[in-house]
């Protein structure tokens, strides 16, 4: 087994993977979906339908000429209902497609498994299908696998830590899917012509260990890599740090240090892709929390509202006080269940009051535990300051852009502080004064 190396920082965090044991259910189509024109980073589609509208499964719903951006498809057939603004879950108000289902299903004829003989022929299929980063982060996966030409890259790294709290949706995929995984990393390994492949997973996680080390004994390219159960251990630089020992430079990407990283369901879908033809339209995600009925891995339509999925759970116990979008970490927080899933979504988690309640935060006691916690060696508790007094000179200074929001220093936070929320204002002030 590869040499791993140990995560800078980290906090030991509950695992809670209470799905872990759970198959993907499929759930029925419902009656509507929403489907925002922003399901990535980078700039946001522009819808090519309009109320009245006939779509099918597959139908392209919204496109953009950005390099950075990917394509939106139907996840279901029925009429458009309507073309409106939503707000985003980063606060942002996008155009969002309603969508009426008539649950017929009917996939659109476009839909063919696309001709790939070359590099170029994949990168355009990858981007065709609307594939974005599946663990979350959601990085137009056709960027992601076209690094500029002196960008020499000579590993790929497959990320199934899963290293979240609760979320137990990339482990049931390898799981379920393992041979969709080895396929599409093969597939990614001969287009773009990379010798060396590591598959990282979190020790909590043997079934998957044991599933890949098999695999990885028939296939001498690959390796299975176990790593020590540790957040944020998943997080894109500390996984190529733990795997090759590669230090990506502040401000850089992995590109820069020879290496692509891929979530292990981004590499599946790639492979069914190709043989089926079918965009991303769905996701599993997993459904936990203190107040859902049923614990679950679903396997849902894109623009399925959180309501539904959650009443397809068995519905709440008793009133959520919080539901996340993401995992307890760096989830986003949702002011409605009416809230659409998206491409990048693995989890939704509901809890009640008492497990919601942000305490009241008190006085830095500089004891140096957020520095100590801190993967990316930076000051939390000068950043804190600095963003509060809106210091932009400073929080560039102590390098707020580096910031990966792990939430790592307010876990370990004895005064409480809101640190992640504080240093999320910093970077806003950071933009705002480049944008100026």
Known sequence: MKQKKRIKGGVKTPHYKNTSKSETKLMPVPEKVEIPMLHHIGAPCTPTVKKGDEVMVGTLIGESSAFVSAPIHSSVSGTVADVKKRLF????????????????????PSVKPPVVENKEDFLKAVRDSGLVGLGGAGFPAHV????????????????????EPYITSDYRETIENSWNVISGINVVMDFLNIENVIIGV??????????????????????????????????????????????VPAGGLPMDVGVIVMNVTSVSFIAKYLKTGMPLVKKRLTVDGAVIKEPSNVEVCIGTYIKDLVNFCGGFTEEPYKVLMGGPMMG?????????????NNAILA????QSMLPEQTACIRCGNCVRACPMSLMPQQLDIFSE??????LQKFNVMSCIECGACSYVCPAKRHLVQSIRKGKVLVNTKGQK
């Open 89 to 108: 879950p980063n606060g942002a108000n996008v155009d969002s497609i309603i969508i009426k289902s008539d649950g017929k299903q009917t996939v659109d």
């Open 144 to 163: 992601k696998l076209n690094p500029p030409k002196d960008k020499k890259i000579d590993y790929l790294l497959i990320n199934a830590a899963e290293c």
């Open 202 to 247: 979190e020790d909590n996680k043997p079934m998957t260990i044991k599933i890949f080390n098999d695999i990885a004994d028939t296939d001498k390219k690959i390796t299975a890599v176990s790593l020590k159960s540790e957040y944020p251990q998943g997080a894109e630089k500390m996984l190529i740090y733990a795997l090759t020992g590669r230090v």
């Open 332 to 344: 986003l927080a949702q002011y409605t269940v009416d809230t659409p899933v998206l491409k990048q």
């Open 351 to 354: 809890f009640n009051k008492k």
């Open 389 to 394: 007094s809106q210091n932009i000179e400073q």
